[in-house]
């Protein structure tokens, strides 16, 4: 008996191919799309699209000017914080030795201190008095335009016209002390400008008088944006015109409150001319009015001027004015929550 045969194996076959191609991955249909377009944009305008570093070419002036003007000067001063450089001679490294210095220094603290206060003060006085400038101004009565540029006047005028005018009114026999002893007052002049403290003040004085009309420009921008509304459902609900400013003007205006306190303490670090105008060179009696710019001028300055030691001054400047925008940046952000 014989045993079946099995059929002869025939050549394999291979299975078939269902696969397909793999599409194209998303990045080549984005970059196929982009390129379409563009050609549809400059067939419609008749435009060229250039390389992607076409717009700095625009920009390099600007980065130049940027770049020579501020980025240099401050890597400069940083550099020259490290040595013992004076005006007419170059500096050799000596290390933190200026910064040392200038924390053993009285001169040094007194000007902080001076600075220091000199921002507690002024800081909340441009915060609340231009707001409630703007709040009065804001009332659409006829004139009104004559007192917003009224109030604005002093922005514009020159810093040294203001500082004069100012030092003939402050001074021992000028116009404040003039009719109060007219009017029988005050038996003596006020010191002004010749008291450390009272110089210090006066200065303050100024820079917020000043500086009222141009913050006031930015609360009338915000409260600009407050919806009606919201006043007239309050009036309706029988709250007055206080209840209406704490209730909806200050809520809304408070992201500007931030950036005008931000703004105004970076000023009030920086504070040089109405120090100068009102108490000279020496910066009051006994230099003890002076803050931090006018300690560096001083340090800084003639043909002895240490200015190692002053870009080190400038540095803890630089510093001290970080540290309060870096504040004011997380109050925005806690408030943006």
Known sequence: MTGLRAPA?????????TTTAAPPSRSRREKRRRRASLR???????????????PYLFLAPALAMVTLFSLWPFVNTVILSFTDARILRGGTFVGLANYRRA??????????????????????????????????VQTKVPGIGFFRSAFYTPVIASAVVVGLMWQWVLRSDGLVNTVFQKLHVISEPVPFLTDSTMLLVSAMIVTVWKGLGYYMVFYLAALGN?????????????????????????????PMMLLVGTLSAISALRVFTEIYILGGESGGPGGGARTLPFLIRQVGL???????????ISILLFLLTLVFSLLGRRLSKGDER
């Open 40 to 54: 549809a944009m400059e067939a419609e305008t008749g435009l060229r699209h250039r390389a992607w570093w076409t």
């Open 103 to 136: 924390l053993d220094d009285p001169d040094f603290w007194v000007a902080t201190g001076n600075s220091v206060a000199y921002l507690a003060v002024v800081v909340p006085c441009l915060v609340l008095l231009p707001l409630a400038l703007a709040v009065l």
């Open 226 to 254: 407050v919806p009606v509304s919201l006043y007239e459902a309050a009036a309706i609900d029988g709250a007055g015109p206080v209840r209406r400013f704490f209730s909806i003007t200050v809520p809304q205006v408070k």
């Open 302 to 312: 003639g043909f002895s001027g240490e200015t190692g030691y002053a870009s080190a």
């Open 9 to 17: 194996a025939g050549p394999a076959i291979a299975p078939a191919d």
